[in-house]
Antibody
Framework: QVQLVESGGGLVKAGGSLRLSCAAS????????MTWVRQGPGKGLEWVSY????????IYADSVRGRLTVSRDNAKNSLYLQINSLRAEDTAVYYC?????????????????WGRGTTVTVSS | DIVMTQSPISLPVTPGEPASISCRSS???????????LDWYLQKPGQSPQLLIY???NRASGVPDRFSGSGSGTDFTLTISRVEAEDVGVYYC?????????FGQGTKVEIK
């Protein structure tokens, strides 16, 4: 079935690095934009980054630009998020989600499949 | 960056009654093709977010028809025609212009 499974979270010291992964199954991975969304403890959803199916378009939120790098391997049906110089404010559940975008960014069907999330905790 | 502002932040509702949530964008989300680049999501307690409405007014697969989305440009509304107990959670509007994606701050819906 269609599924996204995140992994790679954990307890990390401030200043450290972490690489999150998102394994996709049950659909043609390269047909979809993929995105990372995070949620700090007791907070709302925060969009972090997206990457187009061919990796030609990559965008980051201003709050994370320069410290986070998103990538994908369509041959492995996998999405990644490299987080460097971890800060306390990076403590969150990190979700991956897929988004079908049609044509030259003409239409989209929404983020219709989400993973269950992986938790990152940054200690000082 | 685009700022998405939802109101109210908290919405106590009575089962069987209608409810609506407003979302305002700091920039127009209306694309040249006539579509609005705005989705609505619901995060039920302890769960991952789920898609309700895409492109402003299109109900996602499996979403009950009591949910509807309306609006264009900078002002949008999510309406629940008759609230049910299972509709509790936090609702988010979400804009996705090509250069920046942004969530609203969320509206917590709870039963009175």
């Amino acid at each position: 079935q269609v599924q996204l499974v995140e992994s790679g979270g954990g307890l990390v010291k401030a200043g450290g690095s972490l690489r999150l992964s998102c394994a996709a199954s049950g659909f043609t991975f390269s047909d979809y934009y993929m995105t990372w969304v995070r949620q700090g403890p007791g907070k709302g959803l925060e969009w972090v980054s997206y990457i187009s199916g061919s990796s030609s378009n990559i965008i980051y939120a201003d709050s994370v630009r320069g410290r986070l790098t998103v990538s994908r391997d369509n041959a492995k049906n996998s999405l990644y998020l490299q987080i460097n110089s971890l800060r306390a404010e990076d403590t969150a559940v990190y979700y991956c989600a897929r988004k079908r975008v049609i044509g030259n960014y003409y239409f989209s069907f929404g983020m219709d499949v989400w993973g269950r999330g992986t938790t990152v905790t940054v200690s000082s | 960056d685009i700022v998405m502002t939802q109101s109210p932040i908290s919405l106590p509702v009575t089962p069987g009654e209608p409810a609506s949530i407003s979302c305002r964008s700091s920039q127009s989300l209306l694309h040249d093709g006539g579509h609005n680049f705005l989705d609505w999501y619901l995060q039920k307690p302890g769960q991952s977010p789920q898609l309700l409405i895409y492109m402003g007014s299109n109900r996602a697969s499996g979403v009950p028809d009591r949910f509807s989305g309306s609006g264009s440009g900078t002002d949008f509304t999510l309406t629940i025609s008759r609230v049910e107990a299972e509709d509790v959670g936090v609702y988010y509007c979400f804009s996705f212009l090509q250069t920046s994606w942004t969530f609203g701050q969320g509206t917590k819906v709870e039963i009175k």
